[in-house]
């Protein structure tokens, strides 16, 4: 029988103040199902593209949560922050003198180094959970933490202007980053400002790409909910950007929802594919030594 219920994947543009978590209660709302969740926290201060999968949509989001991303943010040099961004008040500040001898160069040269394959340290209030707890509740509750490294990539760290307020004790560099999934863009603030001696936090962040989906596809959720919801991103349309596509047949299909592997070789790039009978998304499949195929993510599809 065909599931009446909302099944797909779909791309907000986040307001700011509003928490992830929040944008899915709406969306549960907007769309009348309780079968919400996202692809990737955005913090309460952050703008932009949050991946929304409804239904079976949200047994894709564990295969679009690793996508790599971009963001557009503002790295303010000059003032830290107990958060590394512009959600706490400022606690530490830069000497004057050492702040005011800092050169576009010295910027670019510190920006560099942290290009790259590299060993960062979130933020103590995110929310990576230590011992079943998150992260920054702990800090709230007065513990003292200190997260282990963890190693991310920076494939891209430009600064775009810089904007140089000696007067009221900062600068201001806009920036873009493209980066692996799990790095902490007010990270990146915290460390530049550490490692060019002055203090660093975050005053504006924009995730303008999530894998291949991006703010030009982004829907904006309105105030009044009772405004009809749009349609969604199939599973398959969603898959077209971060998997190879095969074709299977009735008899595959069916083999694969049900665990067993299909006999190899199929000519596919990469170690996942996204497996179609008529079009329609049927499995998350791994591509094995031997060239078989075996669902890591079945997708029942459908039926009239």
């Known amino acids: 029988m065909t599931d009446p219920s909302p099944q797909g994947i779909l791309v907000c543009d986040k307001p700011q103040g509003l928490t992830s978590h929040g944008v899915v209660s709406r969306l549960r709302r907007w769309y009348g199902t309780r079968k919400v969740g996202h692809a990737g926290t955005l913090d309460p201060m952050a703008t932009g593209v949050l991946v929304l999968g409804l239904g079976r949509g949200t047994k894709l989001l564990t295969h679009i949560t690793g996508a790599t991303k971009t963001y557009e943010a503002t790295i303010r040099l000059g003032a830290g922050t107990p958060t590394d961004d512009a959600d706490s008040e400022v606690d530490v500040l830069a000497d004057p003198a050492v702040l005011s001898a800092v050169s576009d160069g010295d910027i670019d040269a510190g920006v560099a180094r942290l290009r790259g394959v590299i060993d960062q340290v979130p933020s103590a209030v995110s929310a990576i959970k230590v011992d079943g707890k998150r992260s920054y509740a702990r800090v709230r509750a007065g513990e003292d933490v200190v997260l282990e490294p963890r190693r991310v990539e920076i494939t891209r760290f430009d600064v775009l202007e ?55 596809q982004a829907v904006t959720i309105p105030e009044d909910l ?79």
Request: a negative charge; aromatic letters at 2%; charged letters at 20%.
């Open 162 to 216: 810089i904007r140089r307020d000696l007067e009221a004790g900062h600068l201001d560099l806009d920036v873009v980053v493209d980066c692996s999934s799990g790095t902490y863009i007010r990270a990146l603030a915290r460390d530049l400002g550490a490692d060019l001696g002055v203090n660093g936090h975050l005053t504006a962040l924009r995730r303008t790409r999530v894998g291949p989906f991006a703010l030009s």
């Open 226 to 304: 009772d405004t009809p919801a749009p349609p969604l991103i199939s599973l398959a349309e969603a898959t077209a950007g971060l998997l190879p596509h095969v074709e299977v047949d009735a008899a595959q299909a069916t083999a694969l929802m049900q665990g067993k592997a299909l006999a190899g070789p199929w000519d596919v790039a990469g170690d996942e594919v996204a497996a179609l009978l008529n079009g329609e998304l049927v499995s998350v499949a791994e591509v094995r030594a031997d060239g078989s195929l075996k669902s890591r993510t079945a997708f029942a599809i459908d039926r009239a």
